[in-house]
């Protein structure tokens, strides 16, 4: 086992491709730095927070630079301002919070035409966020009559074997099986060792969109089954261009498809399909029987907890700056999860009552695998604050790992941290 832990860690890099994240962004040539003064970004409510900013060229600081600036409350600025000039390239910013939340500082450089921005948001008391959602009084029967129904359906599972992508350690199989209704599928990508054996298994929930996905073979090779699932109800191995279409016709802005109806809101068969993917992974003879996790960036991050939540099978999960967490943050005028319901829109009649069983938090109170969480102050889809709601509301145990200035992106060293956290958990015995 000591070997196959030296070869994942050494291939950690690659181990995540498939979840959908984003890239680190390429070097600007201009940089905005924006620095709070407490090197963990962290104040206690009624502190105040200082933050310097330089722009830098070539690594000096920009005489005479124009900069446009907005700051206060993540997604709620209170201050803006346009056509500032910074004589020395520097300035410097204060704010605080009367309640646990996050303060965040925008700042726009334009130079020759172009805009280069930089952000800084301090933690005010994060720990302390409390979530907005209320939690459903028969949340569990709910979830529970909806996982034996889909249950009744039978898998009826359907593999095949795709050579051109098989390789010497692993085979690759695109699967699928049926979900909460006869005719409903998903659709996913197998990657199973060669290697006659018991193996544990990952399962792979995605990021938000429609795409096409590859087989894990190298994770494979490494002694672990690897299922890559897509949620739509569509094989994950066509044209892109189909996919292309998909996002921008039939499926755009799936999120919100009957979100006014708990029975029939898209997410329902989004959620039961993860629950019946595990099933599937049971099924496997190469299987040991015992040990699943589950992993996922965004979306992917709010499925990974939903399915802890949802099935105790369950043995460890990994959450990247998870989606979908308390949405009706927005009712008490601070910042909601992607895909932002009510940023801008009240409720309409049914959908905060519907949206109680879909969100985030209201899973995160069920889980009871142990957990590894990692997100950055910076992410402007996925608000700090409706990642902290949901992430307090877990009790299970649980670590969180904070790589502060990145977005909706991670740094190699954070992808690898996730990694190694995983493959013990799995190999703990």
Known sequence: ???????????????????????????????????????????????????????????????????????????????RKEGVVL?????????????????????????????????????????????????????????????????????????????????GDANVYHISFQNDIPGSRIYGMLAVPKKPGKYPAILRVPGAGIRPYFGDTRTAALGFITLEIGIHGIPVNLDPEVYNNLSAGGLWGYNTIRMNDRNTH????????????VDFLYTLPEFNGSDVAV?????????????????????????????????????????????????????????????????????ARRVNAPGFYTWGFNDLTCPPTSMFAAYNAITAPKELQLYLETGHWTFPEQTELLNNWLVNRLQKK
């Open 1 to 79: 086992m000591k070997n196959i832990k030296s070869a994942f860690i050494g291939l950690s890099a690659l181990f995540l491709l498939n979840i959908q994240l984003f890239a680190q962004p390429a070097t600007p040539l201009v940089k905005v730095i924006v620095s709070p003064d407490h090197k963990d970004w962290t104040y206690k409510v009624n502190e105040t927070a200082k933050f310097s900013v330089q722009v830098l060229r070539y690594g000096n600081l920009m005489e005479n630079v124009t900069i446009n600036y907005e700051t206060g409350p993540e997604v709620f600025p209170d201050v």
């Open 87 to 167: 004589k020395n390239g520097k300035t410097e910013f204060t704010g605080t919070m009367k309640i646990p939340g996050f303060y965040r500082v925008r700042v726009w450089a334009v130079v020759d035409g172009k805009n280069y921005e930089g952000l800084a948001t301090a933690g005010f008391e994060p720990e302390k966020i409390q979530p907005a959602v209320k939690d459903p009084a028969d949340f569990d029967t709910f979830w529970a009559e909806a996982i034996a129904s889909a249950r009744k359906v039978p898998l009826d599972i359907r593999m095949t074997l795709l050579p051109d992508r098989c390789t």
């Open 266 to 277: 898209y997410y329902k068969r989004v959620y039961l399909g993860c629950v019946k993917a």
């Open 295 to 363: 992993t996922g960036g965004s979306q992917g991050g709010a499925l990974t907890i939903v399915t802890a939540g949802l099935d105790k099978r369950i043995k460890c999960a990994a959450a990247m700056y998870p989606a979908l967490c308390d949405h009706a943050g927005y009712l008490l005028k601070r910042a909601g999860g992607w895909p932002h319901y009510f940023r801008t829109n009240e409720p309409k009649p049914g959908e905060l009552e519907t949206l109680g069983y879909y969100d985030v938090v209201n899973f």
